[in-house]
């Protein structure tokens, strides 16, 4: 009888050590390092996403749209990127040009415009029976060409810095002798005023002009412009000869 149950016992205690988990034969799930899945027990799965790059320095490609009365150059973040191709020695250079270019952001936008003036006198047509001042304005939009999305246009907050300013005399538009007679303004263009250091706090806002006020012709109907685009210049079309322009796309 006691030899029945010690084999009892030892059968049972048997039976007990078979149901019991090796330790050598636990299973785990680990990730491996390419995965960014990780099992933290049977009842919760945390899942690690992998990090994205910032597109801050990453290249992009652009396109910028400009109608300038008369001339521009473009220069993104410092680098000159393109400028019209009508010569500003041409009397009536009215026309649209779309340039394509490659930068990263943020995007400093720096812009040289000018008016055709034949002098300093800042007139055109010297001389002839329609001897007078000249009129400018400009617009432009930017889209960064991997979206789609227009990222910048000209307006009101675009800041502009006059180098140019003539006839400061308006009354001397019929002069005989314009040179004379007419006088002007000439500022050198800061230094790096092109660079995204550039402090151009003291610059003025841009002023926004209708179609109708700067008479837009030759070229300007030829782009499909955006609502918000605005046609920009100095405070005084006339007499505002040359500015320059900057603006910053984060």
Known sequence: MKLFRSTILMLAVLGVAACSPSSSSSSSVSSSPSSPTTITD???????????????GVTSTFTAEVWADNWFSLYIN??????????????RSFNAET?????????????????????????????EPNQQMGDGGFIAQ????????????????????????????????????PDTDCQFETLDEPADWMSANFDDSS?????SYLADEVGVKDGYNEI?????AEIIWGPNLNTNNTILWRTLIR
């Open 99 to 127: 340039i394509t270019f490659e930068a990263t952001y943020p995007l400093t936008i720096a812009m040289v415009t000018k008016d055709f003036k034949e002098t300093d006198s800042g007139l055109e047509y010297i001389g």
């Open 224 to 228: 499909t412009w955006d609502s918000m």
């Open 42 to 56: 049977s009842s919760e799965v945390t899942i690690e996403m992998p990090s994205t790059a910032a597109t801050e």
């Open 78 to 91: 410092g680098e000159l990127v393109g400028e019209d191709s009508v010569s500003i020695t041409t009397e």
């Open 142 to 177: 930017f889209t960064d060409t991997s979206t789609g999305e227009i990222i910048a246009v000209t307006n009101g907050d675009w800041r502009g810095l006059v180098i140019q300013n003539a006839p400061l005399n308006v009354e001397c538009e019929k002069s005989a002798d």
């Open 203 to 207: 610059w003025a806002n841009a002023t």
